[in-house]
């Protein structure tokens, strides 16, 4: 009781939803305080680059620093509001309405497992913002 007691009140406080109760033979009490301290010391950081979309569930951005995974098909989702909504013109499709285009995200990005773990924010750019960005690989 006093473990899901603890659960709760760091997914309430920090925005960090706990299903595990270890990780890499970490015990209870080192995983919640070493969750509790990411979340705390995270901050928000706007970063802008390619958004892929090329299937159900899978989303990413590739910015200048390389690629942050926001959800992938049956696992990691990050929490949020996306993906932005892009103008015809803003979308590059490659399979059926799945693609690509040019976005800026601000949330919590974890440098340690490349996620985005919460997005506060999300808007489409202009395709040619990212084409003219020399640290910027455009999707294939």
Do not use: H
């Not at 942050?68 to 990050?78: K, L, R």
């Not at 013109?89 to 440098?111: H, I, L």
């Not at 996620?115 to 999707?139: G, H």
């Amino acid at each position: 009781m006093k473990k899901n007691l603890t659960l709760l009140a760091i997914t309430i406080i920090c925005g960090i939803p706990l299903a595990v109760a270890s990780v890499a033979n970490r015990s209870f009490e080192e995983t919640t305080a070493a969750a509790a301290f990411t979340a705390l010391t995270i901050p928000d950081q706007t970063r802008c680059g390619w958004f892929s979309n090329p299937t159900p569930g899978n989303f990413w951005l590739d910015d200048k620093d390389g690629e942050w995974i926001i959800g992938t098909q049956g696992g990691f989702q990050a929490e949020g509001d996306y993906p932005p909504p892009f103008k015809k013109t803003e979308w590059v499709k490659t399979n059926g309405d799945y693609g690509y285009g040019c976005a800026c995200f601000k949330g919590r990005f974890n440098s340690e497992t490349n996620q985005v773990e919460v997005v506060k924010s999300a808007y489409a750019r202009p395709l040619s913002v990212c084409r003219k960005d020399k640290t910027l690989k455009e999707p294939e």
